[in-house]
Each structure stands twice: as structure tokens, then as C-alpha cells.
């Protein structure tokens, strides 16, 4: 089983769309949870961190679930802006900056 | 203030070359990490250094090997390039004060093997 997990996509969605991803890990002592975007043929950019109270930023809301071992993002009201693609990433206790990604989700906001 | 410095930015080799790649990171981080994206791929994590050493390593052999300067920037070497190697390498600069949690990558050396 991979350490990470998302779903696979891609996702085409319609501009205005709400579009949510999935994400599970497999190792229990998982610290830190995290969501980066990327764009094609670019760096990965950190786009929130996600808490277990869950937490929002705009039209952007994470949530974690330590118990299920499950990561979501919602987006809401997509832009054509929002295509990109999205890892979502954990980091173990005691690691300190060995990141643990998923293979992304790729995501395609259409007018 | 520069954010995580890589070059070069594209590199061709052929196999069984050796290649280094370079990474300044940005201003008041200490710590520096290493990851291979291949195509289709999520970054894999190769190896952390501070204080000019590696404090963690994935799962990469040793053809793969890295340095850090006093000036916290880094080199990645590979040696005996296999075709297999051709990826996006991005370097990740981070502050062990902040528990190095919160990375800020480069934008890569894309690296083709042929």
C-alpha cells in the first residue's frame, strides 16, 4: 500500500464548479498534513496546511480525519486559475522536513 | 529578498555520466532538501542536509550523493547515470528553528538521461 494515496483524476470541471479531492496515508504516526499545488513544469507551492479542527482559506477548505487516516480539499467556485495539479502531503513525527507526497491529482477548470 | 536558487535549469547527459546539481537557499534558511519528481510522479525525498551533513536519506543508493557549504547552499551528485534518472530535481530550503515543516522549493533542474 502506498504511504500516500489520492485519487487519480484528472478532474475537467466547469468554471464556478465545487470540486473536492481525496486523500489517504497509511502510517498512523503521520505528524503534519499538508496541501502544494503545482503547475505544469513548476515547483510545488505550498497551498495550506490542514489541522484536525479542519480549516479554510477562501474558497479553499481542508479537513483531516486522523482517525479514518483521510485528507480532503474542497474547492469552491473554481477559476480557470485553480488548473493545476494537487499533492497532498504528510510529514512523520520526528522527520523534519522529509515530506512524504501523493502522486497529485490533476485538476482542469474549463470556461 | 531571492527565494531557493537551482542550476542549471535543463541538462542533457547519457548514461554512465556524472552530473551535479546546485541549490542557494533562500535567505535565513539552514537547511536544505532534496527530491526527484519523475513524470506523472509525486516528489520522492532523497536526502536533508545541515550543518554541512546528511541528517536523513530516503530510499536512494549511493549513486547519489550530496554536500552542503558554510554557506548552507548544496550540491546533489549523481554518479553512473541510468536512463532511470531522468527527472525534475527540486531542491527544498527550510529553517530548523521552524521545525523545518514549511519548505520552499526551487524551481528544479529538469535532467534528461539519454
Known amino acids: 500500500r502506498k504511504e500516500v494515496e489520492q485519487d487519480p483524476g484528472p478532474f475537467n470541471v466547469p468554471e464556478g464548479a465545487t470540486v473536492a479531492f481525496n486523500c489517504t496515508y497509511s502510517?498512523?504516526?503521520?505528524?503534519?498534513f499538508f496541501w502544494y499545488r503545482q503547475d505544469c513544469r513548476k515547483e510545488p507551492k505550498l497551498l495550506m496546511s490542514v489541522y484536525s479542527s479542519g480549516n479554510e482559506d477562501g474558497r479553499f477548505t481542508a479537513q483531516l480525519n486522523r482517525a479514518s487516516q483521510y485528507i480532503s480539499l474542497l474547492i469552491r467556485d473554481s477559476k480557470l486559475s485553480d488548473s493545476a495539479t494537487y499533492l497532498c502531503v504528510v510529514n512523520l513525527a520526528g522527520s523534519q522536513g522529509n515530506l512524504i507526497f501523493g502522486k497529485g491529482t490533476k485538476l482542469s477548470v474549463k470556461p | 529578498d531571492a527565494g531557493v536558487t537551482q542550476s542549471p535549469t535543463h541538462l542533457i547527459k547519457t548514461r554512465g555520466q556524472q552530473v551535479t546539481l546546485r541549490c542557494s537557499p533562500k535567505?535565513?534558511?539552514?537547511?536544505v532538501s532534496w527530491y526527484q519528481q519523475a513524470l506523472g510522479q509525486g516528489p520522492q525525498f532523497i536526502f536533508q542536509?545541515?550543518?554541512?551533513?546528511?541528517?536523513q536519506r530516503g530510499n536512494f543508493p549511493d549513486r547519489f550523493s550530496g554536500h552542503q557549504f558554510p554557506n548552507y547552499s548544496s550540491e546533489l551528485n549523481v554518479n553512473a547515470l541510468l536512463l532511470g534518472d531522468s527527472a525534475l530535481y527540486l531542491c527544498?530550503?527550510?529553517?530548523?528553528?521552524?521545525?523545518?515543516?514549511?519548505?520552499?522549493f526551487g524551481s528544479g533542474t529538469q535532467l534528461s538521461v539519454l
Open positions: 527544498a530550503s527550510s529553517s530548523l528553528d521552524r521545525g523545518n515543516e514549511k519548505l520552499f
Open positions: 535567505s535565513g534558511h539552514d537547511t
Open positions: 542536509y545541515y550543518e554541512e551533513e546528511e541528517r
Open positions: 502510517n498512523s504516526a503521520s505528524q503534519s
